[in-house]
T-cell receptor, first 112, second 114 residues
Framework: AQTVTQSQPEMSVQEAETVTLSCTYDTSESDYYLFWYKQPPSRQMILVIRQEAYKQQNATENRFSVNFQKAAKSFSLKISDSQLGDAAMYFCAYDSNYQLIWGAGTKLIIKP | DVKVTQSSRYLVKRTGEKVFLECVQDMDHENMFWYRQDPGLGLRLIYFSYDVKMKEKGDIPEGYSVSREKKERFSLILESASTNQTSMYLC?????????????FGDGTRLSIL
């Protein structure tokens, strides 16, 4: 069965600096999708970025980028130029057909 | 933009009550999901539905049931509420027409069982 592990329950970063959130997963499949979702204190879960496993190029969305290492089964999220609005819970998820397999989440704190 | 609406943001019920949580999406999505979110545990899937009148058990279905009579609406039912069902409940939907589309979420319902 697939599993997703986020080893950092909480991270903090100074505003305007860069932070990397870790995610590892376990699967025997060769083709799959990975997602990072953000859940601000307002609670609605929002998609941050998506990576297709067969694409070697790392996905980027403005200040958000991933470091996808398929062989190592690692999918970290880098946030550049951190802003106060980035404070949230961040969840890594693996797409297994109809279901998403979720990590436990990392709480990101932005220090002004 | 996709809109997923959950009927209540906060709900307080008593042990033994039958509780209904409603979720409506406006994008004609085939797939709908109910999750439970607890600190340190991430999101755990309770039930999901491929399409109208279809349902599948997720990882923690015990004590819950669901109903999907119309495509836009997916209801979660707590048959006899217990205190260990106090939690945040999230509904999500996604299109099945394009492979591996992201899920879109509602605002969540914070349910307290007294």
């Amino acid at each position: 069965a697939q599993t997703v592990t986020q080893s950092q329950p909480e991270m903090s970063v100074q505003e305007a600096e860069t932070v990397t959130l870790s995610c590892t997963y376990d699967t025997s499949e060769s083709d799959y999708y990975l997602f990072w979702y953000k859940q601000p204190p307002s609670r609605q879960m929002i998609l941050v970025i998506r990576q297709e496993a067969y694409k070697q190029q790392n996905a980027t969305e403005n200040r958000f980028s991933v470091n996808f290492q398929k062989a190592a089964k690692s999918f970290s999220l880098k946030i550049s130029d951190s802003q106060l609005g980035d404070a949230a819970m961040y969840f890594c998820a693996y797409d297994s057909n109809y279901q998403l397999i979720w990590g436990a989440g990392t709480k990101l704190i932005i220090k002004p | 933009d996709v809109k997923v609406t959950q009927s209540s943001r906060y709900l307080v019920k008593r042990t033994g009550e039958k509780v209904f949580l409603e979720c409506v999406q406006d994008m004609d999505h085939e797939n709908m999901f109910w999750y439970r979110q607890d600190p340190g545990l991430g999101l755990r899937l309770i039930y999901f539905s491929y399409d109208v009148k279809m349902k599948e058990k997720g990882d923690i279905p015990e004590g819950y049931s669901v109903s999907r009579e119309k495509k836009e609406r997916f209801s979660l039912i707590l048959e006899s509420a217990s205190t260990n069902q106090t939690s945040m409940y999230l509904c999500a939907s996604r299109s099945h027409r394009v492979f591996n589309q992201p899920q879109h979420f509602g605002d969540g319902t914070r349910l307290s069982i007294l």
